[in-house]
Every structure is written in structure tokens, then in C-alpha cells.
């Protein structure tokens, strides 16, 4: 498993706030998506998470088996929903 950056790893490892939405300004209303837009993707982008928005980076399966017939956790299913909830502000 791959370390996270700084910013998903405060915003997956605290029950605080997601750091992600902190560090955006400027709040999307109707008058200013371009703006906003311009701040957010450069943001998203940076912290490897648009894979998440454009859907190339599909849901793992949260059990894997091993030992032929025995279900184990998924460590990575774990991973990726921290990371994808973190985006989505949870």
C-alpha cells in the first residue's frame, strides 16, 4: 500500500473537516464556477484524485479470499473509499 500526501493523510487519518475543503476559498454559487473551477481542479489534480472524478479508478471489492475459501478484508478497499470519501468532503 502507498503512502498518502500530506493532505489526504490529515484528511483521512482525523475525524476533523476534510483538509481538502479547507484550503478552497472561494465557495461555488452560481455566479462563479470558472473561478472556482480553477482552484479546485489544479487542487484535485495534485493530490491524484481525479481519477476518482472521471471514473478510472473503479471500486475495489471490500473482501478478497484467500486460502481458497476464506474471505479476508481488502486492505486497498479500505484505502480507496478514505481517499474517495475524503474527496467527496465526507
Not at 452560481?30 to 489534480?45: A, E, F, G, Q, T
Request: hydrophobic share 35%; proline share 4%.
Amino acid at each position: 500500500m502507498k503512502a498518502l500526501d500530506p493532505i489526504m493523510s490529515s484528511a483521512t487519518n482525523t475525524n476533523k473537516k476534510n483538509d481538502l475543503l479547507t484550503t478552497v476559498s472561494v465557495r461555488l454559487d452560481k455566479d462563479n464556477y470558472l473561478l472556482w473551477k480553477s482552484l479546485v481542479l489544479p487542487l484535485i489534480r495534485g493530490c491524484k484524485l481525479d481519477c476518482y472524478i472521471l471514473g478510472i479508478k473503479e471500486c475495489l471489492e471490500p473482501f478478497v479470499t484467500a486460502s481458497g475459501k476464506t474471505h479476508k478484508t481488502n486492505p486497498d478497499y479500505e484505502e480507496w473509499i478514505a481517499q474517495d470519501q475524503a474527496l467527496l468532503g465526507g
